[in-house]
């Protein structure tokens, strides 16, 4: 009877790595992609954090502003560049690929879920930058491997949280056009309202319920407790984790509703 | 008698009040070759989505390879092929990455894949090409890859869409001859949609013609040449007299741009 159990969700995994695979065979070809993707958090880190660092606006508690905002630039970064993943399920759809996909025995779930990982994957390249960055900044770092292991599946994890939310946005409104409409509609809220940049304490009060409901805050909470040697989480990396494993699982299912949408 | 591959029995696609398939009844033999005629906005592009279970019909019902479309959608996606009207395979990869990707996702044994990868290459005229990346591929190469993408599992029913669109008379002699051998050598039966009358008059077993979602004539092109009556006729004469003039239709804005994008694509 397990043999039964086991089969559709093995089934499920070759074909889900499957698309991550297609997806990341494009970077051998032209990874200048992740290049551009450095640019950003270089200059959040090294303009923005150093200029409020020796402002000193921000209380921080015991630890320096740069090291605050090092894991919320990373988190930022990941969601910046995620939320606009859904551009190339758009492209797909004009061109005949995700018809072709969809008319194949691929489960629906594992194309949404294939290319959230393969936008997960490709955000490691940010978090490289990232922590040399912060390396040069002095930003004291936890270098036990424990603690990377963890910081890579965060951001992968959350990579792909983002990148599924930006393919159901894709999904709902088709074109390009409004597409980035939504997009830029979307991310600045997402990233003020989450303890990236400032602690949650010195928010208003509707502002800190708004936070707590975004992932974005437990993204950053459980990258701030991973990355750093001497912060604490405010939530606690068991619930940091569950939301952001619920959320994603939440959004793949979604997705896998509305991708069908895309063939019509 | 042959085997029956494809029955579709009062097939109905509804968008809003605008009714794009209207009650389509049809049925095409096991390794026949049939071709669905009609001007843009007949109802052809709509058919095809639904028989590969991309859309699901408002009515009736379809069996593709003796499987439902609509309650054993994936046991029809595992028995048919499907190239769209649009390019569909990726330019930014090889066109051997290309094929690698569908092995896959269709299950090919492991130890298969290679060997079937190379022979559909050799079959498509591509084995020199399939290490270079597809988006430096010619439009007539474009559309053999895409038709071993689709046949590498080797399906029962290759669907195709408008499968010459966009192509030099050289190139679309070159695809005809492929998919014509790719029924001799593994019996595939081929539906497909065109506009060129003389594809269809020259490669087609039998063929319909859709006006404004209904089936307005079915038959060989001999007997739909002969229903005319009264002397000798073209197939022309035969899709203006079944099919109307074709001033009044002509699809919508988003089909006859899509029809244009591929066509620069692939020219």
Known sequence: MTATFIHPLTAFLEKTFVITEFELRKLRHDFTELITRALQPALWLLIFGQVFSRSGAMHTGNIPYLDFIAPGILAQSVLFVAIFYGINVIWERDLGIVQKFLASPTPRAALVLGKGFSAGIRSLSQTAIVYGLSLLLGVKLNWSPLALLNVLLIVVLAATLFSTFSLIIACIVKTRERFMGVGQVLTMPLFFASNAIYPTDIMPGWLKVISHLNPLTYVVDALRTFMLTDSTSTFGSGLDYAVIFLTTTILVFIGARLYPRLAV | ?267
């Open chain 2, 1 to 267: 008698m042959s085997e029956i591959v494809l029955e579709i029995k009062n097939l109905t696609r509804r968008f809003g009040v605008f009714t794009a398939v209207d009650a389509l009844t049809l049925s095409v033999n096991s390794g026949e070759i049939f071709g669905l005629l009609g001007s843009n906005g007949a109802g052809k592009t709509t058919t095809i989505k639904m028989l590969t279970t991309l859309l699901p019909p408002s009515a009736g019902e379809a069996r593709v390879a003796g499987f439902s479309i609509t309650n054993q959608a994936v046991n029809v996606r595992r028995a048919i092929g499907y190239v769209p009207q649009a390019v569909s395979v990726d330019g930014s990869l090889t066109g051997y990455e290309n094929l690698l990707i569908f092995a896959k996702l269709y299950d090919l044994p492991h130890r298969e894949q290679q060997g079937r990868i190379r022979e559909a290459l050799k079959f498509m005229g591509l084995t020199a090409d399939g290490g270079r990346l597809v988006g430096q591929y010619s439009g007539g190469m474009v559309r053999r890859l895409e038709i071993a993408q689709a046949t590498l599992h080797r399906p029962r029913v290759l669907f195709l869409d408008e499968p010459t669109v966009g192509l030099d008379p050289i190139a679309r002699d070159t695809v005809w001859k492929l998919l014509v051998d790719l029924r001799a050598n593994f019996g595939t039966t081929l539906f497909f949609t065109t506009h060129y009358l003389e594809e269809a008059e020259s490669h087609c077993d039998r063929m319909a013609i859709m006006h404004l979602g209904k089936m307005a004539a079915l038959g060989t092109c001999k007997e739909l040449e002969a229903s005319l009556g009264g002397g000798a006729h073209t197939l022309s004469e035969v899709f203006v007299h079944y099919a109307g003039t074709a001033l009044d239709a002509g699809g919508n804005f988003r089909d006859v741009s899509a029809e244009r994008a591929t066509a620069q694509r692939l020219g």
